[in-house]
């Protein structure tokens, strides 16, 4: 930084702190130093510069050094605001040239602090982000460029900031975010200059996006410009990887949200190609997933799951006759029940995976029946999926299924009988106390007292305190103690071995730190809810002990488990879910009955039926009486800031 500009940003500095004690007489219009007619002269100096316009002509003649010099001294002279931002502005253009972008963004920020809305506020950010830019410092380059897009209203500037995006992400190597700013071009430009920015667009969709920047660009624009471009690159993408299973799912999205399109008459006729290969096989498996919308992580970790469920039944148990026939749940021309019943009809698949909601399972009622084809959801969390039908089943981790499994383990293994519990009062919250309630009553234990809360609640002293009245009024005790300045304090001892906690992590982490405050130091026990790392940024108060239980565990030093985890991040580069895990199970234990000999979907259904040895990551497992799959479930305790198996 130059000294000059060195002293000028001080004594601006010192000024502004002398004129600030000034300001409301000033703005009163009193002067009793300058008389009355220094205002009036004020507004005129302010409205002319000669100073100003030779630094300007200067600039424009190439001498950045002799404008440089001119502006310091204007600035030197302590001119009115409306010059001031000028002589800033062309003083950081000025140094620019010069080549000290260093000195040129430290004035740019001066004139960004001492002026954030005024009509130099959006030039100073475009200089600013073309000196990050030519520093190749991207992204405060483009945080500058966004902030500019937020106050711009002149079409033209628009237009140049949206240009300088496209060229800055790309640079920034986010094609995909260069794709967004043309199209935000697009909205200014005449038809002409449309045409031209949607050539551009398209080089970029086809050339430079990868599949999840297709995929986010397919959700942004499912059924308009540039959506069908994005997806059709998705069907290329899919067809040149052999991956027909996410071709012939794409294809069919794109018939749907594009039936007019030029493409679509390529895209039926391969579709049909698709097709027929999937009726080539011996027995058709279907899978029936959301695949956009809120729920489409979900479909997409579920589809993932089946998928390396056949591949690896193919590697290991040579089942190379099993094709699968991937049905979108949300994008739907009539009701889910006829549309599904269209896909049974046109493939007949000896068993379907799927739905994942249990609104879904029950509009689709006692389909499956009729049908004679077993459908296995992987998530929903329905208590008996078999009131719809003897056909449903369900891999999912009900809260039955869990409570089952922490009663189990809290009075068999740790000799715990007396239970309190806090739960959120929530779907969730209140079934997962009933069913935790069931179990303990059911295996001989008690339950000292269930409280709810809000969701939002922070403070549960309330029901902390009902809890110690139950308490104290059955098993829990107090006694007296000397405090170490001998004064008498009641010390309350709890009656109860453990509190079962259903709540979120952040639940978890206040209620841990109030459960002390009360003197109730018991282990406490949870649901999957837990399973966050998120728990440990939240938690205030030690959590070390307590216990929950989860359906998935990828840290488990179980072969299977880890074979699992390390095939899907290979084939997907992503970490598996609780969704895949559940789908991978659901999908390995139909292909362990065609191994067994199934033909048909009476044939599955007979197998899943009976069978005790099914074949989960965990371990054999075997469908309840409501169709819920009685799993090894893992019970993971809270260790130094992580999660350990007891199991």
């Known amino acids: 930084m130059t000294a000059v500009l060195l002293k000028y940003l001080l ?28 205002n009036l002269a004020f507004a005129q100096q302010a409205s002319t510069s000669p100073l100003l316009e030779r630094a300007r002509l200067e600039l424009e003649a190439g001498n950045p050094a002799a404008a440089i010099t001119i502006l310091e001294q204007l600035i030197d002279s302590f001119p009115p605001p409306e010059i001031l931002e000028e002589a800033y502005l062309l003083q950081a253009t000025a140094l620019k040239h010069d080549h000290q972008p260093t000195d040129a963004l430290t004035v740019l920020k001066q004139l960004l602090e001492e002026f954030p809305f005024s009509r130099s506020t959006n030039p100073a950010r475009v200089l600013m982000a073309e000196l ?12 500058q460029l966004y902030q500019a897009l937020d106050y711009a209203t002149d079409l033209v500037l628009r237009r140049s900031i949206f240009q300088l995006i496209r060229q800055t992400e790309l640079a920034n190597h986010n094609p995909l975010g260069a794709v967004k700013a043309v199209l935000n071009e697009m909205g200014l430009a005449d038809q002409t200059e449309r045409l031209e920015l949607e050539g551009i667009a398209q080089s970029l969709v086809l050339q430079q996006l990868d599949e999840p920047a297709l995929q986010e660009l397919v959700e942004g624009y499912a059924s308009r410009y540039p959506g069908d471009i994005a997806t059709i690159r998705l069907i290329e993408l899919h067809t040149a990887h052999g991956d027909e299973v996410l071709a012939e799912r794409d294809i069919r999205g794109f018939l749907k949200r594009f039936p007019t399109h030029p493409y679509a008459q390529t895209a039926m006729a391969l579709l049909q190609s698709f097709i027929s290969k999937i009726k080539f096989h011996t027995h058709i498996v279907a899978a029936a997933l959301p695949f956009s919308g809120p729920m489409k992580p979900y479909g997409t970790d579920s589809l993932n799951g ?46 379907v995976v799927g ?32 009131q719809f039908g003897s056909f449903w089943f369900s891999t999912a981790m009900t809260s039955s299924v869990q409570a089952k499994r922490l009663v189990e383990y809290a009075i068999l293994k740790l000799g715990y009988h007396r239970f309190g519990i806090i739960y959120p009062q929530t779907a969730y919250g209140r079934e997962m106390a009933d069913m935790f309630a069931k179990e303990v009553l059911h295996s001989g234990g008690e339950i000292i007292a269930s409280e709810g809360y809000a969701d939002d609640q922070t403070d549960i002293g309330e029901q902390l305190r009902h809890l110690k009245e139950k308490d104290l009024a059955t098993y829990g005790t107090t006694s007296n103690e000397k405090t170490r300045t001998g004064e008498d304090r009641a010390v309350y001892t709890p009656g109860f071995d453990a509190v079962f906690v259903p709540g979120q992590p952040v639940h978890l982490a206040l209620i841990a730190a109030q459960l002390a405050f009360y003197d109730m130091n018991v282990p406490i026990l949870g649901g999957n809810s837990w399973h966050n790392p998120e728990l440990f940024r939240w938690a205030k108060h030690d959590l070390d002990g307590h216990i929950f239980v989860d359906g998935f565990f990828p840290n488990s030093p179980d072969p299977n488990i880890q074979m699992f985890v390390q095939r899907y991040r290979s084939q997907f580069q992503k970490e598996p879910s609780l969704f895949a895990f559940q789908a991978y199970d659901a999908a390995t234990m139909v292909m362990e009955t065609i191994r067994q000999g199934a033909q048909s979907g009476q044939g599955i259904w007979d197998q899943l039926v009976r069978r005790s040895d099914l074949p989960a990551l965990s371990g054999f497992a075997s469908f309840s009486s409501a169709g819920i799959l009685n799993r090894r479930l893992y019970l993971l305790q809270v260790k130094n800031k992580t999660f350990t198996q007891l199991n």
């Open 132 to 143: 990050y830019i030519e520093s190749q410092d991207y992204q405060p380059a483009l945080d």
């Open 11 to 38: 004594l601006r500095a010192l000024l502004c702190l002398i004129l600030g004690s000034l300001g409301s007489l000033l703005d009163q219009g009193w002067w009793p130093f300058m008389g009355g007619g220094t």
């Open 306 to 351: 089946i998928r390396l469920a056949l591949e690896i039944a193919k590697e290991q148990w040579g089942l190379t006759s099993v094709g699968l026939v991937v049905k979108d749940t949300t994008t739907l021309t009539a009701p889910l029940r006829v549309e599904i019943q269209q896909m049974l009809d046109e493939f007949r698949p000896i068993a």
């Open 355 to 386: 739905p994942l909601l249990s609104r879904e399972i029950q509009e689709l009622g006692r389909l499956p029946d009729e049908n004679a084809i077993p459908f296995v959801t992987p998530s929903s969390t329905l208590l008996n999926v078999r």
